[in-house]
């Protein structure tokens, strides 16, 4: 009695939320979907809306009739919504295909209500004719029972969730009846009313045999159907009762008026809870769903949904696997010890034998397990009650809004008031005390955590002392069992800490290093991840937790590893080790489990403690299959050769060998997979370390071409450009084989590819510039080419042998493409590169007339290396009047401008070995004395002093020329000089300077 009585003057702890505002016409019907998130809602104007309350998203609506749609409801079994409305019809749509499937006349007035039977396939209907229907889809929708009785409009109907063949209708003729299936009487009629009566329903839960109705005379009504007498009225509306409801999940009743207003009343002791007013106007309609805590309210102006209360069942688990929890105020005991083990399947519901402990005195919201499992603690309505376990009986009790164990499984604190806690010991009060900054909520664990507005706060469990405050808004703390490791978990994402309790010692002998918050040294950081916990245990080192997007993952090192992707959202309970397995319940009291197994916790918890001897005897019991999640693991604490010993995932290994540079173990492995991407990776690892060989053959086992073509030019290996040439080719790999041959100076092979892969207008222009002669051939195929997409373009390119105006020089360019096909058949060493002049200031053209001017009257001048002399070049330059070049120096023509410069020569000179990787630079001789016109007229002053003195001639030695040889040539100079022809009309022929001339 005592009990009872303290129960009814703590208020129920409540959570209510809105979760969706949805504004429309007045909504007369509001309808909750079991599986989707679904608020239906049926309108005065005669649509029907549903909408998303998660995404806050309006996603079907029907256009059923132009008068006001009064009743609507799910049957999911169907996919159907069915309405009832003005017009005297009632409709049946397919929510999924909104496609109208069925519609008849119901009844010749108004039709007010539906309800659907939760077995059978029927719909009871009831209307302004003062009649129920009962109809069967099955056969047609034929009407298998009227319903006679009642001297006024039919407002509501309810079938009997306890008995499904009997049902209740609320009448204006101010009764409510109770009917049986079968029978066109009514059983009884349940009178006390003094106006019309518009709703009523069922009692859901426990034994108790209620009915409740709501009036136009303000009042609301409990009857006893069995004894059929009022139990209770509930007074305080201000306006007519248009809409009741048992909540089928909470001890709560609810009631709708047309005052506006939603009262929440708790359902054993009649008290008012809260009253909610959403400013929409008058309440027309409550919407509730079994195994939801959501309501939907229907209002003139919209509808609402809220959430009451937490989903997060009542349920405990021991270490030993004996379950309790609480059904509404029932209390049930279940046990996994008679579970097959070995029969169990990850995510399958458990067989659980259930049995009944008994009834609460209070309705459970939290149900909880003392550490060692003796004793478990039900709290609910501000109060607490301590039970034995094994046989329910009553150990202790009171008024707590808060209660939380402590580690040691004799001692718990509870929170009183937002200011006020108590600590208990063996179940008597030890101590009471007022935290500084005030008490929101407390946690338990190896230190008493106490939430406030200034954040976390632990204190000793023994002397109430402040250990730690930390500035942080906590939702749920979580201690591991040695007291070690601490989980703080907000809202949206947890970190991961370690008490050091020497440190709190040692503070405890020098208060000065004690601050106002706390020893600072108290906690270290591990780790913080951005993710909400949802529930959370520790197993040794390991955090196991789910979160907000039904995933369950372990924390471990800083590594997540993800045990499963949840269907739905579940609720930890507990870790059996013997079992290997994991267990969670979901608010269905559905048990599930996971396997997890205790070898890998083990491991990674002795890693972690850097116990390796435990490591290392623990790792021959972790099963194969299970030994890359290990090396994951040990990869990511550092140890990334003991990740590849232990690793049995190739690709995981390979990683790791390529991480640890191990080669050998790489090539292995990439052998073994034949993979492109693992024999490039190879290649760039052995190239980093110098080995060039094996770099090679990855490269080739990879068909990596491009990777080849930078090994080949950078080692300067012609032979192996050549073979890459070849096989680039034959794979269709165009641009490196074109490059290939391009450094080699296959110019043919070239002009080849670029015809072969269709790349006709390149091919012309690269004619053009490298190979003349082959212009004509190339012009053709482009006009062919370009004739198909347009004829008149295709007409409009000129061949040069056509058009030979607009192609100046072409004949000289031939000439100078001969001339420089000779040049690259010529291997010149790689050391000359120095020597030889650079492509960009050679003129091919100029080249090639300089040695048309010399070819009959000088040999070419060479050094020792068969490379032209520069000084003799200009020398010879001097004497001829000419721009003169040696052969070697020429480079291929450009037959736009006989001056244009060709910037990008291939290959070199001659057939470029690839130890010749620059083009000649002649003009650059190793004799730097004659680099300008004026040294070169001091050679030759020199050359014609010698001449005066009868001594040889320095010209003997360059080239052969004698001045013999000059003479000859001046003299046929002079013969061939045309005296007629000069104009000396000007001239005196008395000048003496003339003559001095």
Same mark, same amino acid.
């Given at each position: ?167 209740? $209708?609320?009448?204006? =003729? %101010?009764? *409510? +009846?109770? /009917? ?8 009884? #009629? !349940? &009178? @006390? ?19 409740? $109705?709501?009036?136009? =005379? %303000?009042? *609301? +009504?409990? /009857? ?8 209770? #009225? !509930? &007074? @305080? ?19 709708? $008026? ?740």
């Amino acid at each position: 009695d005592s009990l009872l009585q303290e129960t009814s003057k703590m208020p129920l702890r409540l959570d209510i939320k809105r979760r969706l505002t949805a504004r429309s016409d007045r909504v007369k019907s509001c309808d909750l979907h079991p599986t989707e998130p679904w608020m239906l809602v049926s309108l005065y104007n005669g649509n029907v809306h549903i909408w998303n309350h998660e995404s806050q998203q309006l996603v079907k609506s029907f256009e059923v009739c132009d008068l006001p749609v009064r009743a609507s409801v799910f049957v999911p079994r169907k996919n159907w919504v069915v309405t009832g409305s003005d017009d005297m019809q009632v409709r049946v749509f397919n929510y999924n295909t909104l496609e109208r499937l069925h519609a008849f006349d119901a009844h010749s007035d108004y039709v007010r209500s539906i309800a659907v039977h939760p077995t059978q396939p029927f719909i009871l209907t009831c209307s302004d004719d003062m009649l129920i229907k009962l109809w069967n889809w099955e056969k047609n929708w034929v009407c298998q029972q009227v319903f006679e009785g009642h001297t006024h409009y039919v407002m509501e109907v309810k079938v009997n969730p306890k008995d499904n063949n009997t049902f209740a $209708s609320a009448s204006l =003729d %101010r009764t *409510v +009846k109770v /009917w049986q299936l079968g029978s066109a009487q009514p059983n009884f #009629t !349940l &009178e @006390g009313h003094e106006k019309g009566v518009n709703c009523v329903d069922y009692y859901m839960g426990g034994d108790k045999p209620y009915l409740i $109705s709501g009036a136009d =005379d %303000r009042m *609301v +009504k409990i /009857w006893d159907y069995q004894n059929k007498t009022c139990v209770q #009225t !509930l &007074e @305080g509306h201000a306006q007519n009762i248009a809409s009741v409801s048992f909540h089928p999940e909470l001890p709560i009743i609810l009631t709708g $008026s047309e005052d506006g207003t939603v009262k929440i009343w708790h359902a054993n002791t009649y008290r008012l809870e809260t009253t909610l007013n959403y400013g929409l106007e008058r309440v027309w309609s409550i919407g509730v769903l079994r195994g939801s805590n959501n309501v939907a309210l229907g209002y003139d102006e919209g509808a609402i949904l809220i959430k009451l209360g937490r989903e997060e069942p009542a349920m405990s688990m021991d270490a030993g696997g004996k379950i309790i929890w609480a059904k509404h105020s029932e209390l049930q005991q279940a046990s996994l010890k008679a579970l097959e083990k070995e029969e169990i399947q990850d995510g399958e519901r458990l067989p659980l034998a259930v049995k009944d402990m008994g009834s609460c005195e209070v309705y459970p919201q939290t149900v909880q397990h003392n550490p060692n499992g003796r004793f478990v603690v039900v709290c609910g309505d501000g109060e607490y009650i301590i039970y034995t376990a094994m046989a329910l009986r009553n150990k202790s009790f009171g008024s707590a809004q808060e209660f939380v164990w402590a580690a040691d499984s004799s001692e718990y604190a509870v929170r009183e008031s937002s200011s006020s806690i108590k600590l208990f010991k063996n179940f008597k009060e030890k101590k009471s005390f007022k935290p500084e900054f005030g008490a929101e909520n407390i946690f338990g664990g190896a230190l008493l955590g106490v939430k406030s507005v200034s954040g976390l706060a632990f204190y000793d469990w023994e002397t109430q002392e402040l250990v730690r405050r930390i500035e942080i808004q906590p939702r749920v703390v979580y201690w591991s069992e040695t007291g070690e490791l601490c989980c703080i978990a907000t809202e949206d994402s947890y970190f991961i800490l370690k008490y050091q309790s020497e440190a709190v010692a040692a503070a405890a002998e020098n208060p000065e290093k004690v601050t106002e918050d706390g020893i600072e040294d108290a906690f270290d950081v591990l780790g913080e991840v951005s993710e909400t916990v949802k529930t959370g245990l520790w197993v040794g080192d390991c955090f196991i937790y789910t979160n907000s997007v039904n995933r369950l993952n372990y924390y471990v090192g800083g590594e997540i590893v993800t045990v499963s992707h949840l269907d739905r959202t579940m609720y930890l309970l507990g870790y059996i080790p013997q079992d290997n397995r994991l267990y969670l319940g979901d608010k269905e009291l559905n048990v599930v489990s996971f396997q997890l197994l205790l070898s890998v916790l083990e491991y990674q918890t002795a890693v972690m403690r850097r116990d390796f001897d435990t490591a290392d005897r623990v790792l021959p019991t972790v099963p194969k299959e299970q030994r890359t999640r290990v090396a994951h693991f040990l990869e990511k604490q550092g140890f990334k050769k003991q990740a590849l010993a232990v690793s049995s995932d190739a690709e995981h290994k390979f990683d790791l060998a390529i991480q640890l540079g191990d080669l050998d173990c790489a090539y292995t492995l990439a052998k073994e997979s034949a993979s492109e991407q693992k024999w490039k990776q190879l290649a760039e690892l052995a190239t980093s370390q110098a080995k060039f060989e094996l770099a090679q053959q990855c490269l080739h086992e990879a068909q990596d071409h491009g990777g080849l073509l930078l090994l080949a030019t950078a080692a300067g290996n012609a032979d192996m450009v050549a073979k890459l040439g070849l096989q680039a080719d034959q794979a269709g790999k165009h641009n490196v084989s074109f490059l290939s041959y391009f450094l080699l100076g296959d110019l043919e092979r070239c002009l080849e590819i670029l015809l072969t892969s269709n790349r006709i207008p390149e091919a012309a222009f690269f004619a053009r510039t490298y190979l003349p002669s082959e212009i004509s051939r190339v012009v053709e195929m482009w006009r062919v080419q370009l004739g198909k997409v347009n004829e008149k373009a295709g007409q409009s390119l000129a061949d040069p042998k056509d058009y030979a105006n607009l192609f100046p020089d072409y004949e000289a360019s031939l000439q100078a493409q001969q001339m420089l096909a000779k040049e690259r058949t010529k291997v010149i060493p790689a050391e000359d590169w120095k020597e030889i002049m650079a492509n960009y200031e050679r003129k091919p053209l100029e080249e090639l007339n300089a040695l048309a001017d010399e070819e009959e009257m000088i040999d070419e001048v060479l050094d020792d290396k068969d490379h032209p002399i520069a000084g003799a070049i200009g020398l010879r330059e001097e004497l001829t009047g000419g721009n003169f070049e040696s052969d070697d120096e020429t480079e291929e023509v450009s037959p736009d401008d006989e001056t244009e410069e060709v910037s990008h020569r291939p290959g070199g000179e001659g057939r470029a070995s690839m130890d010749c990787s620059v083009e000649a630079d002649n003009d650059n001789d190793v004799d730097k004395d004659y680099n300008s016109e004026e040294d070169l007229d001091k050679l030759l002053d020199e050359e014609l002093d010698d001449l005066d003195i009868g001594e040889p001639s320095k010209l003997d030695t360059v080239g052969g020329i004698t001045t013999e040889d000059l003479e000859a040539e001046l003299e046929m100079d002079l013969d061939n000089l045309k005296l007629d022809d000069i104009d000396t009309t000007d001239v005196n022929l008395d000048d003496e300077e003339l003559l001095e001339d």
